[in-house]
C-alpha cells in the first residue's frame, strides 16, 4: 500500500492526533492485536513453566526397572527385570498390534456393509442397517466390555470347545492354528516385507520404462517372478522350516491346563479388536456408503447398459471413482480407531496408554509421561495419515 | 396380492446371488433373534428395579432425589414444548416421541413417586399442546423467545436446583445423571470456543491461526482417556491459588476437560462449513461498508454453522458416548456402576451382562432421540 | 446524455495503480479520472484487468502503487478513509451475493443499520422505496433463492442503494442472467444512469454502454489502451487491438 506508517504526521500534529491516526492504519492495527495476543499468551506461557518447573520433569525414571509384568507380548520377549522404555515399547507394540489389524479388519467389514447398505435385497440392506444404528449409537467402551464379558463366558479350559481339531475356544481365549517356523521366521518375513517392496518398485520403474521403449513383456509378470524368486532363495537360505501349528491342551504334572501351539486370542485383546472392528466398521460403512450414493447415477446406468454384471460393475466403475471420496475421511477414521485403542485400559490389555498409566502410578512423573503419549500418538498418527496420502494421491491421479 | 408377490420375488430373490443372500440373511437373523430373545427371556431382570436410583443418579443421598425429579421435568417439559412448537409432528412422529418418553418413566418409577410420575406426564401433554397450538397464532415470536430463553437459562438452573438448600457434594453426583449434565457441559461450554477456534484458524493474522491450528491438532492428538487423566494429575498443579481454584474437584475437572477436547472437534466442523461459504458473500458485505466483526457475525457464521448442522450434532451425540469415559477419573458415571453392581451385590453376582444391557440401553436410546432430532433439523431447513 | 467535463467535480482518480498477484501482474499502471455524473464504462477481453481495477476502487483489492482518490478522500492503509470510501461506494456483483439465509427485505435494511445506524423503520422504508425503483416491492418478504437471476440482481441493486452511495461500480452485471432476464437488469441501470448517478460499469452489453455511456475505456493486459466518446469506439477506433476487440464482439 501507498502511503507509509509515519509519513502520514506532520510535525504540528498533536500526540493524540498522531496516535489517532496510528490506529487508524490497517497495518499498524494488524501488528498491534498481533502484539496484544502475543504479550497475552507470553503471560500464560510464562505461568505454565512457572508451575510446570514445580512437578517432576524428566523422563529418567524411565530407565530403572519396570517392576511389573505385562500379559500380552509380542515380538518383543518382556519381563518385570526389563527397563521401563522396554514395558513403554512393549505397550507400543501392543497397540500397533489391535490398531493395525482393526483397520484392516473394520475396512473389509465396512467395505461390504457398506455395499449391503446399497443393496436391493431387502433382508440385507436391514441386517447392514440395524448393524449401524445399534452399534453406532452404543459408546465404544461398553461395547468393549461387552465383548470381554461374553468371551469371559467361555467355558473352563477343562470343557474348552474344540472345533475339529484346528481351534479351542475357552475363556482363556480362542486358539487359532498357525502357521510357524523356526528361529529365523521374523528374519524371513523382514525380508518378504523388504522383497514386496522392491517388486512393487521394480514394477513401476519397468511400467516407465515401457512406456518409452519398446514393448516389453508384461512387468507384471516380470516383477512377480523376482519376488517369489525372492521369496524361495531367501526360504532355503535360512534353512526355513514352515510347519502348521495347531493348538493342544494338555495338562502337566500340576494338574493345571496349559495351552500350547497356534496362535492365541486372548479375551482382553480380542475384545478389543472386535469392538474396535465393529463400531469402526459403522463409521466406515456409511463413509462408504455416502461416497458410493454421491457417484452420478449415470455411471451405473451407463455401467448397466454396457451388459456388466454387478460384481464387475461395482469393482471395475464404482468402487474406484467411490474411492476418491472416501479416502480422506477413511482416514480420519483409522486415526480414530488407533486413539480408540487405548481404551484397552478397561479391560487391562496392555497397550501403550494402560503401561503409561501403571508407570504412572509406579513412578510419578505424570507430565513427561504425558508427553511421551502425546508424541507417540501423534507419530502414529502422522505415520498413518502419510500412508493414506500416498494412497489417496495415487488414486486420485488422473489417468491413474 | 401380485404387487406384494413381485415385491417380494425383486427385493429377495432378485437374482441367484440375491437367493444365498437371502437365505443366509434369513439364517442370520434367526440366530441373533433367538440368542437375544432366548437371553432376555431367561435373565432375572429385578437388577433393574432394585437399583434403579443407583443407575440414574449415583450415591445421591435419599432425601436429595427431589432435586434430581424437578430438573428432569423441567427438561422433558421444556422439550415437549420445543419439539411440538419447532417440529412438523405427525400423528406418527407424536406417538414415536410420547412413547420414547414414556420408557424411562415406566423403568425407572416406584411406588412413592408414581403420582409425582403421572403429575409430569400430564404437565409435558399440557405443554406439548400449549406449543402445538401456539405455532400458528399471533403469540409465535413471544413464545419461541421464550422457549429459546428456557433452554440457554436451563443449564444454570439445573445447578442452581442442584446446589441450593446445601445440596450434595459434586462427588455424590453420579450415575446417568452425571453422563447427561458432563455432556450437556462440554456441549455449552465447547460449541462457543469451538466457534471461536475455527474463526481462529481461517484468520489471517497469523499468530492466532498458528496457536488455534497447534491447539486444535494437539488436542486432537491424544485420546480422550489421555486427557481425562491429565486432569487428575496435572491439571490441579496449574490452576492458581485464588478462589480455592486448586482444590477443585475431579467432576468439575473433568468437565473442564471434556469442554476443551469437544471444542477441538466441533472447531473443526464449523472450519469446513466456514470454508464452504463463497467469498463473494464476505465482498459484498465489504462492499456495503461492513467490517469484519459484523461481516462474520451476521453473514458468514450463520451460514456457515447452518450448513453443518448434522455434523455438529453427530459430534455432540459423539461427546455424549465419550462421557463414558470419566471412568478412569473413578466418577460413577452409568457405565462404571453398571460394571460394579454385578460385583458388590451379592444378589447379582455373575449378571454382568444384563447390567450392560441396561446401560447400553439408555446410552442408545438418547443417542438415537439425538439424532432422530437431527434429521428433523436437517429437514426442516432444506425446506 | 452527454455532459461536458469541464466544469465537473472529479469523482475517482486513479494515477499509476498497479496490481500484482503472486507473479501475474494484474493492472500495469492505470491512470484515468471519472467525473461525477459520469457513466464510464469499462470493457476488454478477459484477464485485461478491467474488474481487478474497479474492485481497487472500493478497496476489496489492494493496489500495490499508484494512488487512488475517491471524492477527494484518499485510498491508503488509514482504515477510517477506506470505510468512508465504501460508504460512498457501491457496488454490484456478477453473481449478485445476496445473503442467502435473509430476506430480501433484511438483505438490504442490514447495511443500513449496521452501518449508518438507520432505526428499523427508516431502513425498511427506505428498502421498500428501493425496490419499487427497482420494480419489484412484492418479493419483500421472499428470500433470495426464491426469486429468478434477474430479480436477484436488481435487489442487489437496491441493496447497493440503500447505502445512498455516491458512485456505483458494475462488476458484470448481466453475465451470469439468463438472456431474457438482461432486459430488466439494464433497464434499472439505464434509470439510474438517466437519475445523474456516477457509475463506472463493467459489461459486454455494447447496446447498453451506446446508450448511457459518456466515455468507454478499453482495457487490454493491464493497461488502458484507448479512451474517448462511444462514437470515437465505434467510427474509428485508433488502436489495433481495439479494432481486433470489436471485431470480434460486435
Known amino acids: 500500500m501507498p502511503s507509509s506508517l509515519f509519513t502520514q504526521f506532520k510535525s504540528e500534529d498533536s500526540i493524540k492526533k498522531k496516535l489517532n491516526l496510528l490506529f487508524r492504519n490497517r497495518i499498524f492495527r494488524r501488528f498491534f492485536i498481533q502484539f496484544v495476543f502475543g504479550i497475552f499468551l507470553l503471560l500464560l506461557f510464562f505461568y505454565i513453566v512457572d508451575k510446570a518447573l514445580n512437578l517432576e520433569l524428566g523422563f529418567g525414571h524411565l530407565s530403572s526397572r519396570a517392576g511389573f509384568g505385562l500379559s500380552h507380548t509380542f515380538i518383543i520377549d518382556y519381563n518385570s527385570n526389563d527397563s521401563r522404555w522396554m514395558s513403554y515399547f512393549a505397550g507400543v507394540i501392543n497397540t500397533i498390534r489391535v490398531s493395525l489389524v482393526g483397520i484392516v479388519l473394520a475396512t473389509i467389514l465396512g467395505i461390504f456393509m457398506g455395499l449391503a447398505r446399497l443393496s436391493h435385497n431387502f433382508l440385507i440392506n436391514k441386517i447392514a442397517t440395524g448393524y449401524v444404528e445399534f452399534i453406532r449409537n452404543t459408546p465404544l467402551l461398553v461395547q468393549i466390555i461387552f465383548w470381554q464379558l461374553l468371551l469371559l463366558q467361555l467355558p473352563h479350559i477343562s470343557k474348552a470347545l474344540t472345533f475339529g481339531g484346528l481351534s479351542v475356544w475357552s475363556n482363556k481365549g480362542i486358539l487359532l492354528p498357525i502357521i510357524s517356523s523356526n528361529e529365523n521366521g521374523s528374519l524371513w518375513t523382514l525380508i518378504l516385507f523388504l522383497g514386496l517392496i522392491i517388486s512393487l518398485i521394480l514394477r513401476s520403474r519397468l511400467f516407465k520404462y515401457k512406456e518409452e521403449h519398446v514393448d516389453l513383456f508384461s512387468p507384471n509378470l516380470i516383477s512377480l517372478f523376482t519376488f517369489v524368486a525372492i521369496t524361495i532363495i531367501s526360504f532355503f537360505a535360512l534353512s526355513m522350516k514352515l510347519s502348521f501349528n495347531v493348538p493342544e491342551v494338555n495338562i502337566n504334572q500340576y494338574g493345571t491346563y496349559i495351552q500350547s501351539g497356534g496362535f492365541i486370542l486372548t479375551p482382553q485383546f480380542a475384545a478389543v479388536l472386535f469392538a474396535l472392528v465393529l463400531y469402526t466398521g459403522t463409521f466406515i460403512t456409511e463413509i462408504v456408503r455416502g461416497s458410493i450414493q454421491s457417484l452420478p447415477k449415470g455411471q451405473t446406468e451407463a455401467a448397466m447398459a454396457l451388459g456388466l454384471n454387478s460384481y464387475q460393475r461395482i469393482t471395475l466403475i464404482i468402487l474406484p471413482q467411490a474411492l476418491r471420496s472416501i479416502i480422506p475421511p477413511l482416514t480420519n477414521q483409522y486415526l480414530n480407531l488407533t486413539k480408540n485403542s487405548s481404551l484397552s485400559v478397561a479391560i487391562a490389555y496392555p497397550d501403550l496408554f494402560m503401561v503409561s498409566r501403571t508407570i504412572m502410578n509406579n513412578a510419578g512423573h505424570a507430565l513427561p509421561m504425558f508427553v511421551l503419549i502425546l508424541i507417540t500418538y501423534l507419530t502414529l498418527s502422522l505415520v498413518i495419515s502419510l500412508i493414506m496420502n500416498i494412497i489417496n494421491r495415487r488414486v486420485t491421479r488422473i489417468g491413474a | ?383 | 446524455m452527454k455532459k461536458t467535463e469541464s466544469k465537473k467535480k472529479l469523482s475517482v482518480e486513479a494515477k499509476g495503480v498497479t496490481k500484482l498477484f503472486g507473479d501475474f501482474q494484474a493492472l500495469k499502471g492505470i491512470t484515468a479520472n471519472i467525473y461525477e455524473g459520469e457513466v464510464v464504462v469499462v470493457f476488454g477481453p478477459s484477464g485485461s484487468g478491467k474488474s481487478t481495477f474497479i474492485r481497487t476502487i472500493n478497496g476489496l483489492e489492494e493496489h500495490n502503487s499508484g494512488e487512488i482518490t475517491v471524492n477527494g478522500i484518499p485510498l491508503n492503509d488509514d482504515v477510517k478513509n477506506r470505510d468512508e470510501i465504501r460508504g460512498q461506494v457501491g457496488m454490484v456483483f456478477q453473481q449478485f451475493n445476496l445473503f442467502p439465509h435473509l430476506s430480501v427485505l433484511r438483505n438490504i435494511t442490514l447495511a443500513p443499520q449496521k452501518v449508518k445506524k438507520l432505526s428499523k423503520s427508516e431502513s425498511e422504508e427506505l428498502a421498500m422505496s428501493l425496490l419499487e425503483r427497482v420494480g419489484i416491492p412484492e418479493q419483500a418478504a421472499k428470500f433470495p433463492t426464491q426469486l429468478s437471476g434477474g430479480q436477484q440482481q436488481r435487489v442487489a441493486i437496491a441493496r447497493a442503494l440503500a447505502m445512498q452511495p455516491k458512485i456505483m461500480l458494475f462488476d458484470e452485471p448481466t453475465s451470469a442472467l439468463d438472456p431474457e432476464m438482461i432486459k430488466e437488469v439494464l433497464d434499472v441501470m439505464i434509470e439510474l444512469a438517466q437519475s445523474g448517478m456516477t457509475m463506472i460499469c463493467v459489461t459486454h452489453e455494447m447496446g447498453f454502454a451506446r446508450e448511457v455511456a459518456d466515455r468507454f475505456l478499453f482495457f487490454d493486459e493491464g493497461l488502458i489502451v484507448e479512451e474517448g466518446t462511444p462514437e470515437h469506439f465505434f467510427k474509428n477506433p485508433k488502436e489495433e487491438r481495439t479494432k481486433l476487440f470489436l471485431s470480434q464482439i460486435l
Do not use: H
Open chain 2, 1 to 383: 396380492m401380485m404387487i406384494l408377490l413381485n415385491w417380494v420375488r425383486e427385493n429377495f430373490f432378485g437374482s441367484k446371488l440375491d437367493v444365498i443372500l437371502s437365505i443366509v440373511g434369513a439364517f442370520f437373523i434367526y440366530f441373533i433373534l433367538s440368542t437375544v430373545i432366548s437371553f432376555i427371556i431367561n435373565s432375572d431382570w429385578t437388577l433393574i428395579l432394585v437399583n434403579r436410583q443407583l443407575m440414574l443418579t449415583g450415591l445421591m443421598p435419599e432425601e436429595e432425589i427431589w432435586r434430581v425429579w424437578t430438573i428432569f421435568s423441567l427438561t422433558v417439559i421444556l422439550m415437549t414444548t420445543s419439539v411440538a412448537f419447532w417440529f412438523n409432528i405427525n400423528i406418527k412422529g407424536s406417538i414415536f416421541y410420547i412413547l420414547l418418553l414414556l420408557m424411562p418413566f415406566l423403568i425407572f418409577t416406584t411406588k412413592n413417586t408414581l403420582l409425582y410420575v403421572l403429575l409430569i406426564m400430564i404437565l409435558s401433554i399440557v405443554f406439548f399442546y400449549l406449543g402445538y397450538r401456539s405455532k400458528n397464532s399471533g403469540l409465535k415470536n413471544i413464545v419461541s423467545r421464550v422457549i429459546v430463553i428456557s433452554w440457554i437459562i436451563l443449564l444454570p438452573i439445573c445447578f442452581l436446583i442442584l446446589n441450593i438448600l446445601d445440596g450434595p457434594k459434586m462427588t455424590l453426583w453420579g450415575g446417568f445423571m452425571i453422563n447427561l449434565i458432563l455432556a450437556a457441559i462440554a456441549i455449552f461450554a465447547g460449541f462457543p470456543l469451538g466457534i471461536l477456534l475455527a474463526l481462529g484458524r481461517a484468520s489471517s493474522y497469523k499468530l492466532i491461526k498458528l496457536i488455534s491450528t497447534l491447539y486444535i491438532e494437539v488436542i486432537r492428538g491424544a485420546p480422550l482417556v489421555a486427557w481425562l487423566l491429565l486432569a487428575w494429575f496435572v491439571l490441579p498443579k496449574f490452576l492458581p491459588n485464588l478462589f480455592g481454584l486448586s482444590d477443585l474437584n475431579i467432576v468439575v475437572r473433568a468437565m473442564i476437560v471434556l469442554s476443551l477436547f469437544a471444542s477441538a472437534y466441533i472447531a473443526e466442523v464449523i472450519r469446513g462449513g466456514l470454508q464452504s461459504i463463497p467469498r463473494g458473500q464476505e465482498e459484498a458485505s465489504f462492499a456495503l461498508g461492513m467490517n469484519s466483526i459484523s461481516t462474520t457475525i451476521f453473514i458468514v457464521l450463520p451460514q456457515a454453522i447452518k450448513i453443518v448442522i448434522p455434523t455438529v450434532v453427530s459430534t455432540f451425540i459423539a461427546i455424549f458416548k465419550d462421557t463414558s469415559l470419566v471412568f478412569i477419573l473413578a466418577i460413577t458415571d452409568l457405565l462404571r456402576i453398571g460394571r460394579l453392581i454385578p460385583e458388590q451385590q451379592q444378589a447379582f453376582f455373575g449378571k454382568s451382562i444384563e447390567s450392560l444391557c441396561v446401560v447400553a440401553l439408555l446410552f442408545w436410546i438418547v443417542s438415537l432421540v439425538l439424532s432422530q432430532i437431527s434429521r428433523n433439523i436437517e429437514k426442516k431447513l432444506n425446506i
